[in-house]
Nanobody, 124 residues
Framework: QVQLVESGGGLVQAGGSLRLSCAASGRAFSTYTMAWFRQAPGKARDFVAA????????YYTDSVKGRFTISRDNAKNTVYLRMNSLKPEDTAVYYC?????????????????WGQGTQVTVSS
């Protein structure tokens, strides 16, 4: 079992920045691909970014490339999402997720463990 707890969400004006954190406990954090997904009201939960087990490879959905940065600190069992140049369309609940090695990192059903989510609201 892996328990995930997100923090760092909030209300920010367009163009602003936030850093989300996801603290993990339980089984070996460094054996999981970690990702962030987001879900806006009335919409599906969509892939945002993922990071490989050692943090040497990162992947992003096109709409956040150049603005968001995912990273991880395996010594602290924590994954981060730095979000710059935020837009109103980034407003959503952001979820941290963990997937075993070898799974398709953009696929919702690849992830076995999920956090409770943290709200990000970007005002125009």
């Amino acid at each position: 079992q892996v328990q995930l707890v997100e923090s760092g969400g909030g209300l920010v004006q367009a163009g602003g920045s936030l850093r989300l954190s996801c603290a993990a406990s339980g089984r070996a954090f460094s054996t999981y691909t970690m990702a962030w997904f987001r879900q806006a009201p009335g919409k599906a939960r969509d892939f945002v970014a993922a990071v490989s087990v050692y943090g040497d490879n990162t992947y992003y959905t096109d709409s956040v490339k150049g603005r968001f940065t995912i990273s991880r600190d395996n010594a602290k069992n924590t994954v981060y999402l730095r979000m710059n140049s935020l837009k109103p369309e980034d407003t959503a609940v952001y979820y941290c997720a963990a997937a075993p090695l070898g799974k398709q990192y953009t696929a919702f059903n690849s992830y076995d463990y999920w956090g409770q989510g943290t709200q990000v609201t970007v005002s125009s």
